[in-house]
């Protein structure tokens, strides 16, 4: 019987979902049952909330049957692709699954800024009525997007509706809802530079590491402000932090970070021009229900040989 092992508990509704879909399947949660060195040596397919070193030592060995991991994070950068790869195992992710409360979580730090939430949250915890005449607006502003997938089209989705000009950068110019201009990465300075908002929502992988450096942050206006809810390793976060003392930049956004959690040794602590979130812009109370749902669509077609309907991760490509 083909295996499926879930590193993670699952309901008695989760279960039967899955059985429902894969009959011919024994599905075993890795929780349930304590014994994960006697459970992964069976496994065609294991769902991972993360990378786990015993999948490498009970399922990266020769013989194994393991096929086919999936993630329940929408990040792969900790996971060895080279060796999956090699070993013919295919990956997928939860891409995707997280982009409207990612999506939201940008619209609230925009708005943050442009409506001076800082000013009046102050002013509201030392009791003082004092208006703000100097709030700004997104309307007409333009909104510069690193990365337009599943979370930039949901970010520029509610941009337009705010009546902002969307920009967006991508390694391709397939058309995007909400977008009003592509740029490849040959124009990526004019983008930040024409940009009020810059978002980076880009994974972490060998073509972006890095991406976001001192030049470019250099090219962006002193007036902009730069929110990243994609990956930390994207920026490099010393240049930005000095950028933001120096004030070349109004403000920043920051959900991720190059090492997480943040140091308290950090300035970004007590800047008053950024805003923190713990890692937090993906959270909601239905990311699991829509994380269990873009699986079972993934295990329905696989476990019924249909491949092309699983959106497999490219190796190559490292997305």
């Not at 019987?1 to 059985?19: D, I, P, Q, Y």
């Not at 049952?33 to 991972?48: D, K, Q, T």
């Not at 949901?154 to 509706?161: D, G, N, P, S």
């Not at 930390?232 to 109004?250: C, F, I, K, P, V």
């Amino acid at each position: 019987m083909r295996r499926l092992v879930v590193l993670r508990a699952l309901t008695v509704f989760e279960s039967r979902l899955l059985r429902e879909a894969a009959p011919e399947w024994e599905v075993v949660s890795y929780i349930e049952s304590g014994n994960l060195e006697a459970l992964l040596p069976g496994a065609e397919a294991v769902v991972v909330a993360g990378w786990d070193e015993r999948i490498r030592r009970c399922s990266l060995v020769e013989g194994s049957p393991l096929r086919w991991i999936h993630t329940w994070s929408s990040g792969i950068e900790r996971i060895p692709l080279e060796e999956l790869k090699m070993r013919g195992i295919r990956l997928t992710c939860s891409r995707g699954v997280y982009a409207v409360p990612i999506a939201e979580s940008v619209l609230l730090m925009m708005l943050w800024f442009a409506r001076n939430g800082r000013t009046y949250l102050e002013s509201q915890l030392n009791r003082q009525w004092r208006i703000d005449k100097q709030g700004g607006e997104l309307y007409g502003k333009t909104l510069g997007l690193l990365g337009v997938g599943g979370i930039g089209r949901e970010i520029a989705i509610r941009a337009r509706a705010f009546g902002m000009r969307v920009l967006g950068y991508r390694r391709n110019d397939k058309p995007v809802e909400g977008v009003d201009i592509l740029y490849s990465q040959d124009r990526l300075d004019t983008l930040v530079a024409e940009s009020d908002y810059i978002v980076n929502s880009l994974p972490l992988n060998f073509a972006t590491a890095g991406l976001v450096d001192d030049k470019l942050i250099r090219m962006m206006k002193r007036s902009a402000y730069y929110i990243n809810v994609g990956r930390g390793g994207t920026t490099n976060q010393d240049a930005l932090t000095q950028a933001l003392l120096e004030d070349r930049l109004s403000g920043a956004g920051l959900d991720v970070f190059q090492e997480e959690p943040l140091p308290a040794s950090s300035p970004l602590w007590q800047l008053s021009n950024v805003l923190l979130t713990p890692h937090a812009a993906g959270t909601s109370d239905r990311a699991e229900e829509r994380s269990m749902e873009r699986f079972l669509d993934y295990f329905r077609n696989y476990a019924q040989g249909c491949l092309q309907n699983v959106p497999f991760v490219d190796y190559d490509e490292g997305y």
